[in-house]
């Protein structure tokens, strides 16, 4: 195994796919021969190798580079540690999220946000009951210890705040949204817009609305994007979200997914408009978000 891996920490030879496919789905014999070539390969290379056993996963769903990527949370370098955790994007086993929820305390910041960013996947299970309910209550705790430590950097913080969303039934969960929502940085109210939209109660329409004519171009395009995750709930705000279609295009596009997300006669309509687009990106998303909506079931509201 090792001199097979050899080639992969030869930083002077691009990455090659077959060299890849060999950290595929690892025993536990093969981890270990793995170990041993890895941690001799310099930090650059192994963030690469990370990087590219992710993307390659994306488009070849028969290689389970899970056990490599697991291996990985324990490497020395927080680079890789946090690519690690990007790359485990699809383990949802409460044993992956044990080690996410132990990586809040990691030392390195970017690695306590990856992780935080992770755990919003395993909030989303806990909401839809997936998750057994004293999992699902820990991890709300965890996320709610992380929102308000001081010592955490911003974007661990605002990451909880984002996977708070999900836990739409706490109370507690839905007045740190709000209290971030009111915070000085607009990094944290992005966030908290985006928690509106997970949440999906009512009470935060009127906010969501408000984001979407707001000067802040990255506060309209979370609100178009929180009006996407309310789906047919976000119906009563197509008309504030209309203008933006026509927008930068990064919020152009946010708000055509959103349309197709909350579907109706009026949403199809526009889209097939802009389905006809000159310009090729909207005309894309236009076609994607006509794509998603269900025609045979269309709510008469609209």
């Not at 946000?113 to 755990?119: E, G, M, Q, V, Y």
């Not at 507690?172 to 990094?187: D, N, T, V």
């Not at 009470?203 to 178009?224: K, M, V």
């Not at 705000?237 to 596009?253: G, Q, R, Y």
Request: net charge negative; with cysteine.
């Amino acid at each position: 195994m090792e001199s097979r891996l050899a080639p992969l920490g030869d930083v002077g030879r691009p990455l090659a796919h077959h060299d890849l496919k060999l950290l595929s789905a690892l025993d536990h014999e093969g981890l270990g021969g793995f170990w041993q070539v890895w941690r001799e390969f310099p930090a650059e290379r192994r963030l690469e190798v990370v990087q590219a056993l992710d993307a390659l996963s994306e488009d070849n769903i028969d290689l389970d580079f899970h056990p490599v990527l697991r291996a990985c949370l324990s490497d020395p370098d927080d680079l890789v540690r946090a690519a690690a955790v990007a790359g485990l994007w699809e383990d949802e086993s409460e044993r992956t999220m044990e080690r996410f929820l132990a990586m809040l305390d990691d030392d390195a910041g970017p690695v306590r946000a990856a992780a935080t960013i992770a755990l919003a996947r395993f909030a989303y299970r806990a909401e839809i009951g997936t998750l057994s309910v004293s999992t699902g209550q820990r991890l709300l705790t965890e996320l709610l210890r992380v929102t308000v430590d001081p010592e955490q950097p911003l974007e661990v913080r605002r990451r909880a705040v984002e996977a708070l969303g999900y836990f739409a039934n706490s109370r507690e969960a839905q007045a740190e949204i709000g209290r971030a929502y009111a915070h000085a940085e607009l990094a944290m109210r992005e966030s908290a817009i985006l928690a509106m939209g997970r949440s999906m109660r009512p009470t935060w329409f009127p906010y969501i609305e408000r984001e979407l004519q707001s000067p802040a171009p990255s506060l309209r395009y979370e609100a178009a994007r929180a009006v996407g995750e309310l789906a047919e709930d976000g119906r009563p705000l197509l008309t504030a979200l209309l203008p933006l279609v026509d927008d930068d295009l990064e919020i152009s596009l946010a708000s055509i997914w959103a349309l197709g997300q909350v579907g109706g006669p009026n949403a199809k309509r526009i889209l097939e408009r802009l389905a006809r687009s000159q310009e090729p990106s909207r005309r894309q998303a236009a076609h994607d978000a006509l794509a998603e909506l269900n025609l045979e079931d269309v709510d008469p509201y609209f």
